[in-house]
């Protein structure tokens, strides 16, 4: 009897085998996965002439990705998305572009009719997202300078990138690590001669910038102004210290902006670093569509053997030197 495969918008049944036995999670595992790509990348706000270079630098990653590298257990349902969202930069350097992996495990239909049937997931946590020239973990942080109504004037970054093998690192762990399952990001960054494509935010630049939203805040507050008067005192009296001292880098409590306490040490919980696009990092001469720094970010449930093992192997895929090689060529 041949395999009959169900093909639904949501859910796609499929025959385990050819006998009436029942369907087995541990040989799904096993079970040799397939591609399924995206029939139109998402396309926004991008020329022509641009668009053309940049599904060329997708198609490389892509190959590079396949065929280095075999799904198991597993579909890989992929995309590609192309261009600028608008407005999220006053000035753009270069057009951000991502490539997206969804890792949709085998899974027995358990709630079917015939327990020998299998479907594939139509969701899941576990991706590999590779982007040029924006952080994927940091939003609206591009190849570009801040839009004009940033309310803030900085973004918030959770955790300082470190080198690592000779690239930028940092992790982050979703939710609760002693769970059987729970969710990791590992974050990678590749750039021009370990430089970075964005500036910490210095003490008294954040100070000025939050005492400018304070004094707006001030105005508005009518009768109970007042409230907010330990907060400007905090800031005034902050602006007198040493410029050797205001010149480090901003460690703020993550709801501590208007409100200013102090600044904390690295690695406080609750903390984020205040940045800033570095527009001196790029080749300013290069077009749009050229990447000019990549992310890539593993994002996997661990404790689940299939999703461990194919995160595994793409990260052994993944060619980082060959990643920093595309950035400035066109």
Not at 175 to 187: A, C, H, L, N, W
Request: aromatic letters at 12%; glycine letters at 6%; one cysteine or more.
């Amino acid at each position: 009897m041949k395999i009959i495969i169900l093909h639904f918008i949501s859910l796609t049944c499929l025959a385990l085998s050819s006998s009436a036995q029942d369907c087995n999670e541990e040989l799904l595992a096993q079970k040799p996965g397939t591609w399924k790509g995206s029939q139109q990348g998402f396309i926004r706000n991008v020329t022509a002439a641009d668009l053309t270079k940049e599904k060329a630098v997708i198609a490389a990653i892509h190959q590079m990705v396949s065929a280095n590298y075999k799904p198991t257990g597993c579909e890989v349902s992929y995309s590609k998305v192309f261009g600028k969202h608008l407005p999220a930069a006053k000035i753009w350097i270069s057009d951000p572009l991502q490539y997206v992996m969804y890792i949709l495990k085998y899974m027995c239909d358990v709630n079917g009719t015939d327990k020998s049937k299998y479907f594939v997931q139509i969701s899941t946590s576990t991706t590999v997202n590779i982007y040029a020239n924006s952080i994927g973990w940091i939003g609206g942080l591009y190849a570009a300078t801040l839009p004009d109504d940033e309310p803030r004037g900085y973004l918030k970054m959770k955790n300082k990138p470190q080198i690592r093998d000779g690239f930028y690192y940092s992790e982050e762990t979703l939710g609760d690590s002693t769970k059987p399952k729970f969710v990791k990001e590992y974050q990678w960054l590749i750039t021009y001669n370990d430089t970075l494509p964005f500036m910490y935010v210095s003490r008294k630049e954040y100070l000025l910038l939050t005492k400018i939203k304070l004094e707006k805040t001030i105005q508005q507050a009518g009768s109970s102004a007042a409230y907010y008067d330990k907060y400007m005192n905090n800031i005034n009296n902050y602006l007198k210290k040493p410029e050797s001292e205001l010149s480090n880098p901003a460690i703020c409590m993550w709801n501590d902006e208007e409100r200013f306490n102090g600044f904390v040490e690295e690695g406080t919980k609750g903390s984020f670093y205040a940045i800033k696009p570095n527009t001196g990092y790029y080749h300013s001469k290069l077009p749009k569509s050229v990447p000019q720094f990549f992310t890539v970010v593993y994002k996997v449930v661990h404790g689940d053997p299939v999703y461990d093992e194919n995160i595994s192997n793409i990260q052994k895929a993944v060619d980082f030197e060959s990643l920093k090689n595309m950035l400035g060529t066109e």
